[in-house]
């Protein structure tokens, strides 16, 4: 039939096509030809050429122009004998027209066309009159082929056949899956297997023990299994009758009329919870309503409601583990674990620790027989707990002391009932009593095997006693919270000894220098103590080092390292070698202890180090850095800046050798050393540091005490991740008049001269009374530089706290103190100068050595130094 349906409507389409193929080509035909006749007909010339004796001449080549232009149309021209004027045939001109033609030429009929057929086919032919001042003198006609409609035709013909072919092998094709979709659904049963697997259906339907109630979209019932019938208490005659009618409770009548979709909701029915789920019946293109299915939960309330609870202690526990121990602090790590379970667990919370937990110390057995509170929360801040700082005695029969003698939690559901826990402080009991506080559970506070204290956790007014089940709870709470607690007492121990290690090995109060005015600080890192030190050395010659120095990281290993490096830097500044040589030695000791301590935990990474030299005889710092930012120098007239001192590499890191600057500092400049934990952070760049550095120590008329209060005011972070070191020293220079020179002539005869001299000057600074050792001094030191040394010889007196006799040469061989013999002429000189001076070396120059000697002058006041 289909099949029938789509050839009649081909056959009914190809017929009105070719009729209106045939219409529409004949009419494209007529248009063009009365349109190029008329064209012709009313141009220019075409009437006067008429009216000539020979008309052919004029318009033959026109027309043939006009012919060629438009392709197959021909023009013709008839005056009004009948006679071609012009023709497509040449040799028609001049002819009389056909007599079956000339009828047609009506001068009543001004245009009109025909269709001709020749022997070339059908054609249509317009004639158009040609008038001269309303006077008849011709006509035009028109001729064009009629194109062959069965070329136009075929095309459409063959798209309506692909067409139909197509729309045929769609409809079979929807055919054949529509049956074969239906044999799928009715898995191809006939009518009596349909019955039979319908009354099956409904056999399963009724015996079911899950309710089944189907709604129309009128909200009538349609259906209602037996189990749908007992749950709901339905009347017998239910089917066909509106929900509001069958008597259910409004919120079960309201839910099953509403059709809405409703996942596991519960409803009451009576005495019993029903869980109800609602699906509309319309969304897989059934009729509408709803299928309501009801589940009998009355029983199973009670154990979701216990297993709610447990899902709740779990998150609780869950909760508490990433809220307690976000610091390394015991008694915030404390406050932490009250924060975490009130309300959800207790309405009050509070925490007992061992003396000793919170400074860092390891409780012992005993400890615990005595607690401290450390932290008290809860829903209200009235309530009459023992205050902060509290220490309590528990007794061994109280909750709380069976907690500590035995490790494992205890419950106190009924506070009211226990003796033993009211008589630890009878009126407190009572007043914890009267507030509405009923029950509690003590749990320790166990990590590692030490009984670091106890929690407690109330409950009070309303809120339900505690449960056997919440015992283990509070104990998985503590077990947590003592781990985290006994981590911040470790922390606090390791961070009070490396604190305590690295304030022993800096150095106290720095002795007083003639060259400078010394101020310095030590603010340790937040998070533990580092490596930074500093220090202030006395030299020979009323010369001073300053040092600071910066070992990254932290704790004891840190500080550790810093005083190894701490007391080198003292015994290679006792050789007095400049500070690029200083760093050297410096440099291969590092790389010393690295290579002895490569697989332990203390080999030494990331040292810095800056040491400079200051000589008040000249007026000049002498300085060399390992990888060290650079010092801030500021001059009496408030200009500061940083040095260019050649940057060498930090210690330990490579062998290439140090490079030393010199700076002049006029008397009263300020030299300002530091590490980078000053001017370096997390919420400030080094740039920036340094800038700000600068500006705040540009005040010369500051003392350096003052300098370093006003720079750890503006600078260091709030948070410090480093340790921050700072040394200010206002430099001095000693007064010409306390210093004495002499060059000495490379003769033995000159000695008396050095003496004479030296005793005339002792006697202008009124110290006489040095004259004699300071005599045998010079004598025997002069001595060995005119026979064992070259010139220049020169010898410099410098009057200071002490008496300092300084004899240069220009060798580089120093004398060697040693034991003469009881034959031995000589060999006596230096073991008397040693006898005589508190203090005697050598020290090298770039022209050669100098030996020189101290003699203290404690009874003597120091010059006056600018």
Known sequence: ??????????????????????????????????????????????????????????????????????????????????????????????????????????????????VHTSAGGKQMVARVPVYDNGRFVGWVAASTHISDI????????????????????????????????????????????????????????????????????????????????????????????????????????????????????????????????????????GPPGSVATLRDTTELRSLSGRAEQA?????????????????????????????????????????????????????????CREVVRVAIGGIRDDAPFFPIGRTIAFGWATPQGRSLGTGRARLAPRLADDAAWQEVDPPAARALLDHGVHSMIAAPLLARGIMLGVAEFWRADTTAPFEEDDRSVAEDLTAHAALCIDNARRYTREHT?????????????????????????????????????????????????????????????????????????????????????????????????????????????????????????????????????????????????????????????????????????????????????????????????????????AHPHRTPEETCTAILRRLPPTHRNDDVTLLVARTRTLSPGSIAEWDVPQDPAAVAHVRAAVNEQLDAWGIEEEAFATELILSELVTNAVRYGAPPIHVRLIRDAALVCEVSDGTSTAPHLRYAATTDEGGRGLFLVAQLADRWGTRYTETGKIIWSEQALDHVSPPVTT
């Open 497 to 697: 000894l490396a604190a305590t290690l690295q304030r022993r090995l800096l150095p106290g109060e720095l002795l007083p220098q003639a060259a400078l005015e010394v101020a310095h600080r030590y603010l340790p890192a937040q998070e533990g103590a580092g490596g930074d030190w500093y220090d202030v050395i006395p030299l020979p010659g009323t010369r001073a080092a300053l040092v600071v120095g910066d070992v990254v990281g932290h704790g004891i290993h840190a500080a550790a390292t810093m005083g190894r490096l701490r007391t080198a830097v003292h015994n290679f500044s006792a050789l007095d070698i400049p500070p690029d040589e200083l760093l050297g030695h410096l440099d291969e000791l590092v790389q010393r202890i690295d290579r002895e301590t490569a697989d332990a935990e203390d080999t030494i990474t990331g040292a810095t180090c800056l040491y400079a030299i200051y000589d008040p005889t000249a007026g000049h710092c002498t300085l060399a850095t390992a990888g060290h930012p650079p010092p801030v120098v500021v001059h009496p007239d408030g200009s500061a800046y940083y040095p260019d001192i050649p940057q060498g590499h930090p210690l330990g890191l490579t062998a290439l050798p140090y490079e030393t600057a010199r700076i002049d500092l006029p008397p009263g400049s300020l030299l300002v050393l530091y590490t980078d934990g000053l001017i370096e952070s997390r919420e400030q760049d080094i740039d920036s540091g340094l800038q700000l550095l600068r500006e705040t120590a």
């Open 1 to 114: 039939m289909q099949l029938v349906v789509v050839l009649l409507l081909v056959v009914t389409a190809l017929a009105e096509l070719l009729v209106q193929a045939h219409d529409d080509i004949n009419e494209r035909a007529r248009s063009r030809a009365m349109a190029v006749a008329q064209t012709f007909a009313n141009s220019a010339g075409v009437v006067p050429a008429l009216a000539t004796s020979n008309p052919s001449a004029i318009l033959e080549p026109k027309a043939l122009a006009a012919s060629q232009a438009l392709g197959d149309t021909g023009i013709q021209v008839i005056n009004a004998q009948y006679v071609r004027v012009t023709d497509r045939y040449p040799y028609r001109v001049g002819t009389m027209v056909e007599p079956n033609i000339v009828p047609t030429l009506s001068r009543d009929h001004p245009n009109f066309a025909i």
């Open 311 to 367: 899902r709740g202690r779990l998150r609780l526990v869950h909760d508490a583990s990433t809220a307690i121990g976000t610091t390394l602090d015991v008694t915030r790590t404390a406050e932490e674990l009250t924060e975490a379970v009130v309300p959800r667990f207790a309405d009050f919370v509070t925490v007992d620790l061992a003396p000793g937990v919170v400074s860092g110390e390891e409780p012992t057995e005993r400890d």
């Open 150 to 285: 069965n070329g136009v035709v075929g095309m459409r013909v063959r798209v309506l056949t692909i067409g139909a072919v197509g729309a045929l092998a769609v409809s079979v094709l929807g055919t054949a899956l529509i049956s074969r979709r239906l044999n799928r659904q009715t898995r191809g049963l006939g009518p009596a297997e349909m019955t039979r697997m319908y009354e099956h259906h409904d056999a399963v339907l009724h015996a079911v023990r899950e309710g089944v109630v189907i709604v129309d979209g009128e909200g009538r019932v349609v259906l209602a299994n037996d189990e749908a019938r007992r749950l709901l208490d339905l009347p017998p005659d239910c089917e066909g009758r509106l929900v509001p009618e069958l008597g259910l409770e409004s919120p079960t009548a309201d839910l099953l009329a509403g059709g809405t979709t409703v996942s596991d909701e519960v409803v009451a029915a009576g005495e019993r919870l029903l869980a109800v789920n609602i699906r509309p019946t319309g969304q897989v293109d």
